[in-house]
């Protein structure tokens, strides 16, 4: 018998906030992660992105908080974007028992955050860089906390926060609760664990690194010219909502304006972009407003938008961690979606990594080459090779699929991976 939210021991109150969310039944991870954070136990819980896990640790949380006052819950997320969301939901489930949020996120009046700190807050959810500028200033107080949460943990350690953790580990009373949740449950995820979790119960609903079995996964062994012209004809083949991985804010950028010039609403998501531009972004996403998205892996860590049809790595990432997160964004929840990931001959180690990694082969897939968009786009493009013009004329139509060219030649060229968190 599948278990109900009722059968997890939650209080009608919250049962009628999750129903007001039109939950069914619980996720897997929602199942057997609830009742032990009820209880008090920590927990380290692993499942692929868009699972239900920030409800997994938020529905315990405001129900061991209901009714209690002062700041007793810190959740620490590895981005703004992830902070916000997170907030979003716990206000929405929080509000019929009072347990209520706030973000501290960089790039925010610095000021009026601590002025919400001053209103005791039941719940902080928070970027550890920003945190720690806060307790650099003794502007927080986190001595009541009961229940740490690191969401995305693996992520927050890639990205350098540990540091950051340590020091609001030291700022935690001895005694607390920690629920650990990741995606991928590598060896630093399990060094930091062994350290900071105390008998934790394991919840893991699909093997570590395996993304979610809905996605319907393509692998594409192309040419660096080739790129574009199979991104077009990918899109062509229906309406759905794309979500394009690039390794780098410049060409996040660039592909943004060649998508626009190619007739189709895009926007960029990256850490170089302001917090306005990046939550203007995701919120016409969200609506419809751009039929595609390009993204770096760190910006797009923690979206929460439902239905992305398809999600294209048009370069590899950098690491087969990254790879689980990207294709989890088009199998959220209960939902399926399409994950095609472009690669070049040079790149076969990596793929070798990535299919170690979600204990697969990928699928391999024909490239179209005789479809009509995919051949026009490589005629101009050899047109192009063939009569490069003045070298300020290199913005037309023709030159989309040279400018597209991503891998060893765009990085040649000084197009390094980003530096770490811009002080989330």
């Not at 907030?87 to 610095?110: K, S, Y």
């Not at 419809?288 to 760190?298: E, S």
């Amino acid at each position: 018998m599948s278990a109900t939210f009722k059968s997890l021991g939650l209080s009608p109150e919250t049962l009628g906030a999750v129903k007001r969310a039109r939950f069914g039944t619980p996720t897997p991870i929602q199942a057997q992660a609830i009742p032990p954070a009820l209880s008090g136990r920590d927990v380290i819980g692993c499942a692929a992105t868009g699972t239900g896990k920030t409800a997994a640790y938020l529905l315990p949380m405001i129900e061991r908080f209901a009714g209690e006052r002062g700041t007793l819950g810190l959740i620490l997320a590895p981005t703004r974007e992830l902070v916000q969301q997170v907030a979003e939901q716990a206000r929405f489930f929080g509000e019929p028992r009072r347990v209520l949020p706030i973000t501290i996120i960089g790039g925010e009046d610095m000021n009026a955050q601590v002025a919400e700190l001053k209103e005791r807050p039941t719940l902080i959810v928070a970027t550890p860089g920003r945190l720690v500028d806060l307790l650099g200033i003794k502007a927080v107080n986190l001595s009541h906390i009961r229940t740490l949460v690191l969401d995305e943990a693996d992520r927050m350690l890639d990205m350098g926060f540990l540091p950051q953790i340590n020091q609001i580990l030291q700022a935690l009373p001895r005694k607390h609760q920690t629920l650990l949740f990741s995606a991928t449950l590598g060896a630093d995820v399990a060094r930091f664990g062994q350290r900071a979790l105390n008998k934790p119960v394991r919840v893991e609903v699909t093997p570590s690194g395996t993304p979610a079995a809905r996605a319907d996964q393509h692998l594409y062994m192309v040419k660096p010219e080739e790129k574009w012209p199979l991104l077009l004809t990918l899109l062509a083949e229906d309406e759905a909502s794309a979500l394009v991985f690039v390794r780098t804010q410049a060409r996040a950028d660039k592909m943004k304006e060649l998508l626009a010039a190619a007739g189709y609403k895009s926007a960029a998501l990256h850490a170089g972009r302001t917090q306005a531009q990046r939550k203007q972004a995701l919120e016409g996403f969200r609506r419809g407003q751009y039929r595609c998205l390009v993204a770096t892996d760190l910006a797009a860590r923690g979206l929460d938008v439902d239905d992305i049809g398809h999600v294209i790595s048009l370069d590899i990432p950098h690491g087969p961690e990254d790879y689980v997160h990207r294709i989890g964004r088009t199998a959220r929840a209960e939902a399926s979606g399409r994950a095609s990931l472009f690669a070049l001959d040079v790149e076969r180690r990596t793929l070798r990594d990535i299919e170690s990694i979600i204990r697969q082969e990928l699928p391999l897939a024909e490239v179209p080459r005789k479809s009509p968009i995919f051949r026009k786009e490589m005629e101009a493009f050899l047109a192009k090779q063939r009569d490069p013009g003045p070298p300020q004329a290199d913005h037309g139509r023709s030159t989309r699929a040279a400018d597209a060219t991503p891998g060893r030649h765009a990085r040649s060229h000084g197009k390094a991976r980003p530096k770490g968190p811009d002080r989330q």
